[in-house]
T-cell receptor, first 110, second 115 residues
Framework: AQSVTQPDIHITVSEGASLELRCNYS??????LFWYVQSPGQGLQLLLK??????LVQGIKGFEAEFKRSQSSFNLRKPSVHWSDAAEYFC????????FGAGTRLTVKP | NAGVTQTPKFRVLKTGQSMTLLCAQD?????MYWYRQDPGMGLRLIHY???????AKGEVPDGYNVSRLKKQNFLLGLESAAPSQTSVYFC??????????????FGPGTRLLVL
């Protein structure tokens, strides 16, 4: 069955520390891959997406993600987290339709 | 350019009442979607539309109906609300016919509480 998994429900990092949010998928073929961010009380905003080509994708707000076919993963990273990055992050995968992961809530400690 | 807007922002219903959620987009997008967001479950697709006058079921369509009479509007109806429909509802739109490849643009959400 097609699925997308975000193993971490909640992550806390200190401001200035690095961040990695995990996303794994299970699809018959390589799907299109997305990361969205949802700030409190807001809708979702696209951070970055991967269709093909270079497996390291740059997005907005200093985020990047790496596609690893062998691991069926598309992890989101940021070298230095800012307090304003506190939000919920959703991985999404699409082939014939779009499926969202359950989300990872990021808390940033001062 | 307002993007995607949703009306209302918050609503409380009693079991059995009906209501309609309105989504409007000003980006001339062909595709529009209704999702519900529940804790620990991410977003789940309720219904979607690939163009004016056409709608289709998503992952969790039961208890909901939709209409797309105008390209810019997508309505989500609850005919007889149930407590299980307490959720946050998001509308989204995207540009082209490659539905799952395209970036979706989201509205701010409608929080619905059914008592």
């Amino acid at each position: 069955a097609q699925s997308v998994t975000q193993p971490d429900i909640h992550i806390t990092v200190s401001e200035g520390a690095s961040l990695e949010l995990r996303c794994n998928y299970s699809y018959g073929a390589t799907p299109y891959l997305f990361w969205y961010v949802q700030s409190p009380g807001q809708g979702l905003q696209l951070l970055l997406k991967y269709f093909s080509g270079d497996t390291l994708v740059q997005g907005i707000k200093g985020f990047e993600a790496e596609f690893k076919r062998s691991q069926s993963s598309f992890n989101l990273r940021k070298p230095s987290v800012h307090w304003s990055d506190a939000a919920e992050y959703f991985c999404a995968v699409g082939l014939n339709d779009m499926r969202f992961g359950a989300g990872t809530r990021l808390t940033v400690k001062p | 350019n307002a993007g995607v807007t949703q009306t209302p922002k918050f609503r409380v219903l009693k079991t059995g009442q009906s209501m309609t959620l309105l989504c409007a987009q000003d980006m001339n997008h062909e595709y529009m979607y209704w999702y519900r967001q529940d804790p620990g479950m991410g977003l789940r697709l309720i219904h979607y539309s690939v163009g004016e006058g056409t709608t289709a079921k998503g992952e969790v369509p039961d208890g909901y109906n939709v209409s797309r009479l105008k390209k810019q509007n997508f309505l989500l109806g609850l005919e007889s609300a149930a407590p299980s429909q307490t959720s946050v509802y998001f509308c989204a739109s995207s540009y082209s016919s490659s539905g799952s490849r395209e970036t979706q643009y989201f509205g701010p959400g409608t929080r619905l509480l059914v008592l």
